[in-house]
Nanobody
Framework: QLQASGGGLVQPGGSLRLSCVAHGFTLNFPAIGWFRQVPGKEREGVSCLSSLNDITYDSDSVKGRFTVSRDNAKNTVYLQMNSLKPEDTGVYYC??????????????WGKGTQVTVSS
């Protein structure tokens, strides 16, 4: 299973680093993606990272602020979030599947971690 962690409460302009750990299997899917969801809204693709090379996709809303990376030795994918804004608030999920920001292309989902950006 996938387990996301690292969420919390942060002030606007602050930073957080989320981690996604794969338990019981290696992250050998084509890609790992990060998604977020706010109550009443559709789930949104944030960033994804190819497992084969360094190709990444970021949504326009986070481009230049969020960076996705991986540590294969730790079987972990990270999402470094800088210059956070209140609109970044939501439950963040990691998922394994295809290299895409579209959630229907992901096969396995972890439990989410809450990120709240507020002063």
């Amino acid at each position: 299973q996938l387990q996301a962690s690292g969420g919390g409460l942060v002030q606007p302009g602050g930073s957080l680093r989320l981690s996604c750990v794969a338990h019981g299997f290696t992250l050998n899917f084509p890609a790992i993606g990060w998604f977020r969801q706010v109550p009443g809204k559709e789930r949104e693709g944030v960033s994804c990272l190819s497992s084969l090379n360094d190709i990444t996709y970021d949504s326009d809303s986070v481009k230049g602020r969020f960076t996705v990376s991986r540590d294969n030795a730790k079987n972990t994918v990270y999402l470094q979030m800088n210059s956070l804004k209140p609109e970044d608030t939501g439950v963040y999920y990691c998922a394994a599947g295809m290299l895409s920001l579209i959630d229907t292309y992901m096969n396995y989902w972890g439990k989410g971690t809450q990120v709240t950006v507020s002063s």
